[in-house]
């Protein structure tokens, strides 16, 4: 079939049914973490108010396009969960087909069918479909952008770029990168290295040249002038002076740029099962010879486009490694996807039994939703968040309905859970005495203002794996504190002792936990109270 006419409407609707009912038990969730933190205030605020600038939480500088996209459809449908995680899929089934034309154009229609569904199965990409975030929406325009570009479609390259530097600001890695790739290239033209770019080989070239390097460089306009408007309504660039100290000025670190590097790395070859997929990629290269089909060789990703997918694959792991307060998983979301391509392409080339080969792929995707590794990682990259979005509904639903009154003892997230209704925790409004977590060191200061609260509300604000043997190598502990904001959380049973107070509700799921311990003192007061009455 042609990319056109009715066949990418037909693609769209069925990628955006298969991911709905995939995540239809998930539809209804509170919101989790950076939702509810951020991104759900900021379109509220939009909503309400029509600022670009959110003012119920502090501006972070990224741009309005996804937010204002959530405030259409609540201003349209309805302010809840379920509007909220439909429209999110809705761009989520947009970069599946951007995925879908992407491998299409560069390699063939079955290549295409398979690269998009190991791209929506794959935990990370899987979870986040669904959440009121930003960094898919940025990674599929960079998608629809990068297709445009190999494409040599200039108009469709400013806007495919353009839209995903305003979903988050960090897109316009890709065309910027891209941009040196083709100024690169223009100055190898006449060397024997020619061929690693589009057109190398064509002498004539030139003027292409230049267009696809304006076509690049253009979409920067439209972010900096977001930028410009940001300024002059808040007196700062780059978000507030606290979220660019810990983004970028904390983080330009020799040290911490070379572990963060090895992180980012591992994220975008084998983060949560995707070795299963790259492994067997590099084994098949280095091992088996192409198949052939009616006496040719399969045909593989030519290797200018290859170029353009290192190009954009190294400048993320290398700029995500360098900027970014927290390591996560969601940043690589841009450069996943087109190592996944590559991957099925060589296996698709190289392997007789691809499709077994891919059917073990989506088997072990799948089973990653579910199965949380050995090592840490964040609840949001796959349905653990579910379980802290659970825990966190039972513990401050119990905790409402028996302090409705009580000044509570807690930290971020929760501390924003229970003071805002509208994000479908609680029903009304609870005071709150904040910590930054459950440390010792903030539990301990915590216990010197225990006069304060009545109640604490405490959980996990990490994923805990248990006990592994590199956890005893004190440096490896010492420089996760130190560049990472590693810390862990004291066990219930602790921070009862240590605030004087005893547990009144406990929960666990799966490595994460939550509890609402009770004040000695006020248990007490509430005696002397019933033994009056």
Request: proline share 6%; aromatic share 14%.
């Amino acid at each position: 079939m042609q990319w056109s006419g009715t066949y990418p409407a037909l693609v769209f609707a069925v990628i955006f049914v298969f991911i709905f009912l995939l995540h239809l038990p998930l539809l209804q969730l509170p919101y989790f973490w950076d939702e509810a933190g951020y991104y759900v205030p900021a379109a509220r605020d939009l909503l309400i108010t029509g600022s670009l600038i959110p003012h119920s939480t502090v501006s972070n500088a990224h741009p309005p396009l996804v937010m204002a996209w959530l405030a259409l459809w609540w201003k349209v449908v309805g302010y809840a969960p379920l509007v909220t995680r439909t429209a999110m899929l809705v761009l989520a089934a947009l970069s599946l087909l951007g995925v879908f034309r992407l491998a299409e154009r560069v390699t063939n229609t079955r290549v295409a069918i398979a690269s998009t569904l190991c791209t929506g199965l794959y935990p990370v990409f899987f979870a986040q479909s669904s959440l009121a975030q930003v960094d898919l929406a940025a990674a599929g325009l960079t998608f629809w952008g990068l297709s445009a570009y190999i494409e040599g479609q200039t108009v469709a390259t400013v806007f495919g770029f353009a839209l995903a530097a305003l979903a988050k600001e960090t897109a316009i890695l890709a065309p910027i990168a891209l941009a040196v790739w083709e100024i690169v290239g223009r100055l190898a033209r006449k060397s024997s290295q020619r061929k690693l770019w589009l057109d190398g080989s064509d002498p004539s070239a030139n003027t292409d040249s230049v267009r696809r390097i304006v076509s690049l460089l253009m979409p920067a306009l439209p972010l900096a002038l977001w930028y410009v408007y940001h300024y002059s309504h808040t007196g700062y660039v780059f978000g507030n002076p606290e979220f660019f100290r810990y983004n970028v000025g904390a983080t330009l670190n020799s040290t911490r740029f070379l572990l963060a590097l090895g992180m980012r790395l591992w994220q975008v070859v084998g983060y949560l099962h995707l070795w299963v997929l790259t492994l067997p990629t590099l084994l098949a290269m280095w091992m088996l010879p192409p198949r052939r089909d009616s006496g040719s060789e399969r045909s593989r990703i030519t290797v200018p486009v290859q170029m353009v997918f290192y190009v954009v694959v190294l400048t993320n792991v290398a700029a995500m490694a360098v900027i970014g307060g927290a390591v996560l998983a969601r940043y690589m979301l841009a450069a996943v996807p087109l190592v996944i391509i590559l991957s099925v392409s060589t296996l698709w080339r190289r392997l007789s039994f691809w499709r077994s080969a891919i059917a073990f792929v989506v088997f072990a995707f799948v089973a990653g939703w579910f199965w949380n590794p050995p090592y840490g990682f964040s609840p949001e990259d796959n349905l653990a968040y579910r379980d802290y979005v659970l825990l966190h509904e039972d513990g401050e639903r119990f905790l409402e309905a028996r302090y409705p009154m009580a000044r509570v003892l807690t930290a971020w997230p929760a501390s924003d859970e229970v003071t805002r209704p509208w994000l479908d925790y609680v029903t009304r409004p609870m005071r709150v005495v904040r910590i930054e977590n459950f440390s010792l060191d903030e539990i301990l200061s915590a216990a010197d203002f225990r006069s304060n609260y009545e109640v604490a509300l405490i959980f996990s604000t990490k994923y805990e794996p248990g006990a592994r043997p590199w956890d005893r190598w004190r440096t490896w502990t010492t420089m996760k504190s130190r560049f990472f904001g590693f810390h862990r959380d004291l066990p219930p049973a602790a921070v009862a002792q240590i605030l004087g107070g005893h547990i009144v509700f406990s929960e666990q799921r799966q490595g994460q936990w939550i509890a609402v311990i009770e004040m000695e003192k006020n248990e007490m007061q509430n005696a002397e109270v019933r033994m009056q009455k």
